[in-house]
């Protein structure tokens, strides 16, 4: 141990510690500091960062022995509070630049020592200065964090005041579509918003820390798990595996009634087999995190060793082994069946073109790792606290594995620092649960940035093959697909996934005619997740580049024929239903001019660059809002002595739920006089929130939006008196009327039948066009997106932060997957920037939104949901763009230069 005086945000304080124990460690959890963030735990992410003797410094690989005695130490904490906020936070706020809020403290941190140097950064020294700092964001795509800082030099040098920068509402005006900041800004940018690990600081003494025991091969039959010497290790308290599951040990998977699995093949300890690297095959549980770690070391499993297969083909070759003995791997089977006969059609079309895509296994790469805990409470019920933002799918999804009726199953969702979808899946809850119940005591389990990468969910690759034909007035007729998607092992909405196939390939454009297969395949590479557009990002690769190739093929300009195929009234939806609205051929009026300019520019530019070649590309940007279907949400509403108490289960990725409910809610009741100040949140606790659905398929603005409206409609319907005016608290509970009011809304749409496709599934759908303009340097083959444009349609704009930061996050995203993020060597891909997690310098700080706000027939106040759209084909924008710079098309996702440089050196031959 070391004893050290550490002056930390100017207070003296004594410490004593184990000198190779990290700044992070010390801070967090003998100082209870938890504004600053473990990340990555590897120096990668920033997240952790805090000032020591007037630099930045990772203060997770920051050993104790390292920290010099006397050093002054600023965290988060120390640069403002809520009452005093530093012009940088303040502006943080301002800018909606929290989204999730988990980088924010480490960002916050790192700006304010810049600006402590230099008031008058230019954007680029902004950008430098981030990046040097390793500061790394998931969710906001980084330039509102330079505008940020740029508008807090602006206040600190004078020229603005925070008085004139905050938003203010004319009272009883609307909101919708306002810059108003978050509900949950301030404590975000003060470190004081407690995520899940911050949380587990808090729990009782008692608490069990679990430590897992995982698969370090990717399929295998189990022999025998030796738990004994682990057993005797100090401060082991139970040791537990499949045995100890009082349940069936299985995940409900919820499968289709058409799937050839029956939707239980995810144990949630591994009994007899090993499917995949990771899979949890005992959990550790003792009084120390260490103990629980060292222990899980001495545990012995013994295995016979399978074939892997680690990738769909792989496990559909006639040879391969059935993963789940007695369910074939191919599981599940759909189809396209729309008009007539694609076969004949194509034979008489003058243009047609058949070509094989890929989109791979595209990591999520929260800054936060997956982390729960569990507890029992004075009612008997199980109490569990994670990342789920499915709450009520969740506990359906874990009741009969763990053995508990499903009302004794709550699910409380911790403050989440992003998810991109993976926790669309439960990850954890299970085995909180079992642990939980095994001991009675409160339970711990956080994972690590290696856990959180190779053993969660990932995006399931599709490998598509397409076939589409024109006729001679370059007008498509005929589609035909065929797509394998790789699901992992695990069936959990895998067959939801692949039925996308059937909804987007072609999505946007009249397309009378379409055949299609697809099928979903078990293998033992990463279980398929959700992740942001859900299949639409593959589906919509394959056909973006498709109908660029077309075009190109019949020498009209990608725009041109995009314009003379797209989606007009009386045309239909690849699933034989009318779009909800009409928008795609304004939309590519209004990026014409500016496409215009881009080829121009990217022509006078490749007369004289040798070195570098320029380009500008295409693509729809579509996806729909909601689970296919009749999809419902619930929400209720409460009349207060203080105003109205709001309650839904609108899980928050970071993505804005607490601002779309407060939004949605104040414009229904503001007709009552409410103010925004009145209305009280209750979000995400099964304890007191009813079942709304999970927070994905860009649902939650389109149903726990209209769920919420429906709630505050029905309470303004109880307060109404006969002359139009409303009761108020005092005359409500005299007149004994009830005060809480529940909303419904179900979405009138019937789900496609998996053999054909075809339905009215969505209530709504997003739209965009993007503009890629992008650099390719032809000696390495490396390709930079230099600018990107997208005019947008997500119906009437609830906040217009919050969209802004949905769609530059998303587009940015897009820049990953199409160039460098991938999880395919479990060797390699293991860290942030392994699977290529696009950094500050890696994407461009030039993006502009254009908006035309359509209104929604079905939305809340003409509202459609705003999440996926943006990724879900930024990518095929891009890989256009790099076509049109260089002459290389690549249709194997990510476009990495070593693919780019091949696809020059066969043009050259
Ligand atoms: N919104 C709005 N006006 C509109 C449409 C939407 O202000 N016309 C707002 C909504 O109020 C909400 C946000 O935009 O705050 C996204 O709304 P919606 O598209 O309905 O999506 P959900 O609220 O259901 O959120 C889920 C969606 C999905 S599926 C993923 S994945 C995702 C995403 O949103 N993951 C995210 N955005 C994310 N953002 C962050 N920061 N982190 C994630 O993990
Ligand atoms: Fe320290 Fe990522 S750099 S947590
Ligand atoms: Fe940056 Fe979420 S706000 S990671």
């Known amino acids: 141990m070391l004893k050290k005086i550490l002056k930390i945000n100017g207070v003296n304080r004594t410490i004593v510690a184990d000198p190779e124990s990290s700044l992070t460690d010390v801070l967090r959890k003998q100082l209870f500091l938890t504004g600053t963030k473990l990340g990555c735990g590897k120096g990668e992410c920033g997240a952790c960062n805090v000032i020591m003797n007037g630099k930045v410094v990772k203060s997770c690989i920051t050993r104790m022995k390292r920290v010099p005695d006397e050093a002054e130490i600023i965290t988060i904490e120390g640069i403002g509070t809520q009452d005093d906020l530093h012009p940088v936070q303040f502006a943080w706020m301002v800018h909606g630049a929290a989204q999730c809020g988990f980088c924010t403290p480490g960002f916050i941190v790192s700006a304010k020592a810049l600006l402590d140097e230099n008031n008058n950064p230019t954007r680029e020294e902004v950008r430098q200065w981030f990046q040097k700092c390793s500061n790394v964001c998931r969710c906001t795509g980084y330039i509102p964090l330079v505008d940020a800082v740029m508008e807090a030099a602006r206040i600190i040098r004078g020229e603005v005041t925070k008085e004139q920068l905050w938003f203010k509402l004319p009272e009883g005006a609307s909101l919708l579509g306002t810059d108003a900041v978050r509900p949950s800004a301030c404590a975000k940018v003060t470190g004081t918003w407690d995520f899940g690990a911050d949380l587990g600081l808090t729990l009782p003494e008692d608490t069990l820390h679990i430590k897992l025991v995982q698969a370090t091969v990717s399929h295998?039959?189990?022999?025998?798990?030796?738990?004994?010497?682990?057993?005797?290790?100090?401060?082991?308290?139970?040791?537990?595996?499949?045995?100890?599951?009082?349940?069936?040990?299985?995940?409900?998977?919820?499968?289709?009634?058409?799937?050839?699995?029956?939707?239980l093949e995810r144990p949630i300890l591994n009994d007899k087999k090993i499917f995949q690297f990771g899979d949890a095959i005992a959990m550790v549980l003792a009084d120390t995190p260490t103990n629980a770690e060292n222990a899980a070391k001495k545990v012995v499993v013994e295995i016979e060793e399978l074939p892997a297969y680690m990738s769909a083909p792989a496990a559909m070759a006639e040879d391969a082994i059935q993963i789940h003995p007695g369910t074939p791997n191919v599981y599940f089977e759909c189809g396209t069946v729309k008009g007539e006969e694609t076969a004949p059609i194509m034979e008489k079309l003058s243009y047609v073109l058949e070509e094989d895509y890929y989109v791979g296994r595209q990591p999520h790469l929260p800054i936060e790792p997956d982390v729960g805990f569990a507890y029992f409470n004075e009612e008997g019920k199980l109490v569990i606290h994670s990342k789920s933002?499915?709450?009520?799918?969740?506990?359906?999804?874990?009741?009969?594995?763990?053995?508990?009726?499903?009302?004794?199953?709550?699910?409380?969702?911790?403050?989440?620092?992003?998810?991109?979808?993976?926790?669309?899946?439960?990850?954890?809850?299970?085995?909180?649960?079992?642990?939980?119940?095994?001991?009675?005591?409160?339970?711990?389990?956080?994972?690590?940035?290696?856990?959180?990468?190779?053993?969660?969910?990932?995006?399931?690759?599709?490998?598509?093959?397409?076939?589409?034909?024109?006729?001679?007035?370059?007008?498509?007729?005929a589609l035909e697909t065929d797509w394998s998607c790789d699901h992992g092992p695990y069936c959990e909405f895998g067959d939801l996934v692949t039925t996308r196939g059937s909804q987007f390939m072609g999505a946007g454009y009249?397309?009378?005619?379409?055949?299609?297969?697809?099928?979903?395949?078990?293998?033992?590479?990463?279980?398929?997740?959700?992740?942001r557009g859900f299949g639409s990002p593959q589906s919509l690769f394959s056909s973006e580049v498709m109908v660029d190739e077309l075009a190109a093929k019949m020498g009209i300009d990608p725009l041109e024929f995009r314009y003379n195929n797209v989606y007009r009234e009386g045309d239909t939806t690849p699933t034989g239903c009318a779009p909800d609205v009409?928008?795609?051929?304004?939309?590519?009026?209004?990026?014409?001019?500016?496409?215009?300019?881009?080829?121009?520019?990217?022509?006078?530019?490749?007369?004289?660059?040798?070195?570098?070649?320029?380009?500008?590309?295409?693509?729809?940007?579509?996806?729909?809002?909601?689970?296919d279907g009749p999809d419902t949400s619930e929400a209720w509403a409460e009349l207060t002595k203080d105003g109205v108490t709001v309650g839904n289960s609108w899980e928050d990725h970071g993505q804005g739920a607490d601002m779309g409910t407060l939004t949605i809610a104040y414009?229904?009741?503001?007709?009552?006089?409410?103010?925004?100040?009145?209305?009280?949140?209750?979000?995400?606790?099964?304890?007191?929130?009813?079942?709304?659905?999970?927070?994905?398929?860009?649902?939650?603005n389109v149903l726990t939006g209209n769920a919420t409206r429906v709630a505050c409609e029905n309470l303004l319907e109880g307060m109404k008196k006969q002359d139009g005016t409303y009761r108020t608290y005092d005359e409500m509970v005299a007149e004994g009327n009830p005060l809480k009011y529940d909303g419904k809304w179900t979405a009138p749409c019937t789900a496609p039948d998996p053999a054909t496709g075809q339905g009215n599934p969505f209530p709504t759908y997003m739209y965009g066009v993007l503009l890629a303009e992008v650099e390719v340097d032809m000696n390495t083959g490396k390709a930079y997106v230099d600018?990107?444009?997208?005019?947008?349609?997500?119906?009437?704009?609830?906040?217009?932060?919050?969209?802004?930061?949905?769609?530059?996050?998303?587009?940015?995203?897009?820049?990953?997957l199409a160039l460098t993020e991938?999880?395919?060597?479990?060797?390699?891909?293991?860290?942030?920037?392994?699977?290529?997690?696009?950094?500050?310098?890696?994407?461009?700080?030039?993006?502009?939104?254009?908006?035309?706000?359509?209104?929604?027939?079905?939305?809340?106040?003409?509202?459609?949901?705003?999440?996926?759209?943006?990724?879900?084909?930024?990518?095929?924008a891009i890989i256009n763009a790099i076509y049109d710079?260089?002459?290389v098309r690549i249709r194997h996702l990510p476009a990495r230069p070593e693919k780019i440089l091949a696809g020059l050196n066969k043009l050259n031959k």
């Not at 014409?592 to 006078?604: L, Q």
């Not at 660059?609 to 729909?624: E, N, R």
């Not at 500050?840 to 929604?856: A, N, S």
Request: glycine share 12%.
């Open 885 to 887: 710079a260089c002459g």
């Open 667 to 700: 414009e229904t009741l503001r007709k009552a006089g409410i103010k925004v100040s009145d209305i009280k949140l209750i979000l995400n606790d099964m304890n007191f929130t009813p079942n709304s659905g999970p927070a994905g398929g860009s649902r939650s």
């Open 787 to 816: 600018k990107l444009t997208c005019v947008c349609d997500v119906g009437v704009i609830v906040n217009k932060l919050v969209v802004d930061g949905q769609i530059l996050g998303g587009l940015v995203q897009g820049i990953g």
């Open 510 to 531: 009249k397309i009378d005619n379409i055949r299609g297969n697809g099928r979903t395949v078990a293998t033992n590479h990463a279980w398929g997740a959700a992740f």
């Open 822 to 876: 991938d999880f395919e060597d479990l060797k390699k891909h293991t860290t942030l920037t392994g699977c290529g997690i696009p950094k500050i310098k890696d994407v461009t700080d030039d993006i502009t939104l254009l908006y035309q706000e359509t209104p929604r027939p079905l939305g809340p106040y003409g509202a459609s949901g705003a999440g996926e759209m943006p990724l879900s084909a930024p990518h095929a």
């Open 220 to 263: 295998a039959n189990i022999i025998s798990i030796n738990t004994s010497e682990a057993e005797n290790m100090p401060g082991v308290y139970r040791v537990l595996t499949y045995k100890d599951v009082k349940g069936t040990n299985r995940i409900n998977g919820l499968a289709f009634p058409s799937n050839k699995g029956d939707g």
């Open 389 to 477: 933002i499915a709450l009520h799918f969740h506990a359906l999804m874990i009741a009969d594995g763990i053995g508990l009726p499903l009302d004794d199953v709550k699910i409380v969702q911790n403050p989440t620092g992003g998810t991109f979808g993976y926790k669309f899946s439960p990850t954890i809850e299970a085995l909180l649960a079992v642990a939980a119940i095994d001991t009675g005591r409160p339970v711990y389990l956080e994972f690590n940035m290696f856990q959180q990468i190779t053993y969660t969910g990932k995006r399931s690759p599709f490998f598509m093959h397409l076939k589409m034909g024109a006729d001679e007035n370059g007008k498509i007729k």
């Open 582 to 627: 009409i928008v795609l051929p304004q939309m590519l009026d209004t990026i014409r001019p500016y496409y215009k300019k881009a080829k121009e520019a990217a022509k006078e530019k490749n007369k004289t660059s040798v070195d570098k070649k320029y380009g500008a590309g295409i693509s729809l940007l579509i996806y729909g809002c909601g689970l």
